[in-house]
């Protein structure tokens, strides 16, 4: 019988009893759990593939935004993610991703920030749609990025 007196053997490997060590201020709290779960039951109802479409037309207008002020811009996206890079060339690997225009990034970080968009501060970060996001808040985004200078 283990350190956790009979119980599930995978217990055992939890500290104090074996090498796995988990804390965290909500860890294994029934609250927490059942807020979790809770959670989980909802996305399963949710509808990805629309949240994908969603997230590629957005990304894809906003891109285009981006190339009317004359600035190079790939977009690379799957699902809900996608992180947009300021160079000429297809981004599918690290070199492609090295040769963004960091400058150019950040001066559009910066005017977004500014109108109150906040986006990843790193450029080969993702940007993520999510369920919660409105048109009002996809809106407001397309809107800030046409006022961006470059």
């Given at each position: 019988m283990g350190c956790?007196?009979?119980k599930a053997e995978i217990m055992n490997h939890m500290a104090?009893?074996?090498g796995v060590f988990q804390a965290?201020?909500?860890s294994g709290n029934p609250v927490a759990m059942a807020a979790g779960l809770a959670t989980l039951k909802r996305l399963q109802e949710c509808d990805?593939?629309?949240?994908?479409?969603?997230?590629?037309?957005?990304?894809?207008?906003l891109a285009g935004i981006i190339r009317s002020k004359g600035?190079?811009?790939q977009l690379v996206h799957t699902a809900s993610a996608f992180t947009m890079y300021f160079t000429e060339e297809p981004v599918v690997?690290?070199?492609?991703?090295?040769a963004s225009d960091a400058d150019v990034y950040a001066a559009f970080w910066q005017q977004m920030h500014k109108q109150g968009v906040y986006l990843a501060p790193a450029g080969f970060e993702c940007t993520f749609t999510s369920f919660v996001h409105g048109d009002e808040d996809l809106e407001k985004t397309l809107e800030a990025a046409k006022n961006v200078q470059f």
């Amino acid at each position: 019988m283990g350190c956790y007196g009979g119980k599930a053997e995978i217990m055992n490997h939890m500290a104090p009893c074996g090498g796995v060590f988990q804390a965290g201020t909500l860890s294994g709290n029934p609250v927490a759990m059942a807020a979790g779960l809770a959670t989980l039951k909802r996305l399963q109802e949710c509808d990805y593939d629309a949240l994908e479409k969603r997230t590629l037309a957005f990304a894809e207008e906003l891109a285009g935004i981006i190339r009317s002020k004359g600035k190079p811009v790939q977009l690379v996206h799957t699902a809900s993610a996608f992180t947009m890079y300021f160079t000429e060339e297809p981004v599918v690997d690290q070199r492609g991703s090295a040769a963004s225009d960091a400058d150019v990034y950040a001066a559009f970080w910066q005017q977004m920030h500014k109108q109150g968009v906040y986006l990843a501060p790193a450029g080969f970060e993702c940007t993520f749609t999510s369920f919660v996001h409105g048109d009002e808040d996809l809106e407001k985004t397309l809107e800030a990025a046409k006022n961006v200078q470059f």
